[in-house]
């Protein structure tokens, strides 16, 4: 870990349905001054076209400023970086990153890390987290799992990789869709060990 408890978390968004998770969690990383460094898939790109209304610029350095302006982030706690972009930190064991979290987690995505397939950037940091035992978070949202699927979670569970499906809980009487999404973002800081006030406590009222 990085002084004073800061962080640097590797995100990937991926092409699976729920990126508005990615968001959020993107927000609250950097809310609680950890650095990130976002890599956005090109089938990410056009699911969030289709899911939300965010104007997402396609260049990674126009990313970068307009995430880093509508998240407030301070300089130089947000790098984006392409798919095809292997000097970033991330591609290797030398880069600083204490964890990673890929959410959402397509299936073909998933499937890619399970077999070590490393065939872009995104592929790769997940494969330098596990060879270097670091936290590796996936976050599938899809149903129903094939065997493949299945076996492909296993395997990954079994490498030490924490499977976090996206599936809200309504026990704290959630009245809105952003209450669902900060369920499960909640569930991913709690990996993370980053402190939130996203959801009460089990037992706390």
Known sequence: MNSANKKIISLAITGASGVQYGFRLLEMLLQKNHTVYLMVSKAAQVVIGMETDIKLPSRCKEMQQFLAEKYHAQKKQLYVFGEDEWTAPTASGGGLVDAMVMCPCSMGALS???TGASNNLIERSADVVLKE???LILVPRETPYSDIH????LKLSRMGAVI???????????????DLIDFVVAKILDQLDVEHELQPRWGSE
Not at 150 to 153: A, H
Request: with cysteine.
């Open 164 to 178: 976090l499906c996206a599936n809200p809980g309504f026990y704290n009487n959630a009245e809105t869709i952003d």
């Open 150 to 153: 299945l076996e492909n979670m």
């Open 133 to 135: 035992r670091r936290q």
């Open 112 to 114: 890619a890390v399970a």
